[in-house]
């Protein structure tokens, strides 16, 4: 797969791909302004790492 060059469109897929809820009790991902697991309803969140790095 190439890169994407286009900023906006990097901007996009960032988003979509880094700004996500990780459930603490459950792994599950949800959005980012979540307040409650949609998987097992705790409220036990935090945010992704955003390291793109490997």
Same mark, same amino acid.
């Given at each position: 797969? $190439?890169?994407? *060059? *286009?900023?906006?469109? %990097?901007?996009?897929? &960032?988003?979509?791909?880094?700004?996500?809820?990780?459930? &603490? %009790?459950?792994? $599950?991902?949800?959005?980012?302004?979540?307040?409650?697991?949609? %998987?097992?309803?705790?409220? *036990?969140? %935090?945010?992704?790492?955003? *390291?793109?790095?490997?």
């Amino acid at each position: 797969m $190439a890169p994407i *060059d *286009d900023p906006a469109k %990097r901007k996009i897929a &960032r988003y979509h791909l880094l700004e996500k809820s990780v459930c &603490r %009790r459950c792994g $599950a991902l949800n959005p980012p302004k979540a307040t409650k697991c949609r %998987r097992c309803h705790s409220k *036990d969140l %935090r945010p992704k790492k955003k *390291d793109l790095t490997k």
